[in-house]
């Protein structure tokens, strides 16, 4: 059974900066590329960022630059470092397999003007 937990959100000012965590178990996390996506208050939910297996990443044109995608197989965990956040960065973020359809709860992403 695939677990997902996301941590690490909170209210941050804008141009300010934060780091998620999402810790998985349940599955091969060393052989699946990982993703995070977020979901803002009315709107659809989007990816943000991929990781693969080898460590290749992508990213969501408005937050190139910006966001850091990494992943520690150690320790089954990936990570989304934030800088310099943005009003409009404000989300509930989400991290799963890129071809698994398994969701967590999500974190909660709130940047103030």
């Known amino acids: 059974q695939v677990q997902l937990v996301e941590s690490g959100g909170g209210l941050v000012q804008a141009g300010g900066s934060l780091n998620l965590s999402c810790t998985t178990s349940?599955?091969?996390?060393?052989?699946?590329?990982m993703a995070w996506y977020r979901q803002a208050p009315g709107k659809q939910r989007e990816w943000v960022a991929t990781?693969?297996?080898?460590?290749?990443?992508n990213y969501l044109d408005s937050v190139k630059g910006r966001f850091t995608i990494s992943r520690d197989n150690a320790k089954n965990t990936v990570y989304l470092q934030m800088n310099s956040l943005k009003p409009e960065d404000t989300a509930v973020y989400y991290c799963k397999p890129l071809r698994a359809d398994s969701w967590g709860q999500g974190t909660q992403v709130t940047v103030s003007s």
């Open positions: 349940g599955f091969f996390f060393t052989i699946n590329d």
């Open positions: 990781i693969s297996t080898l460590k290749t990443t």
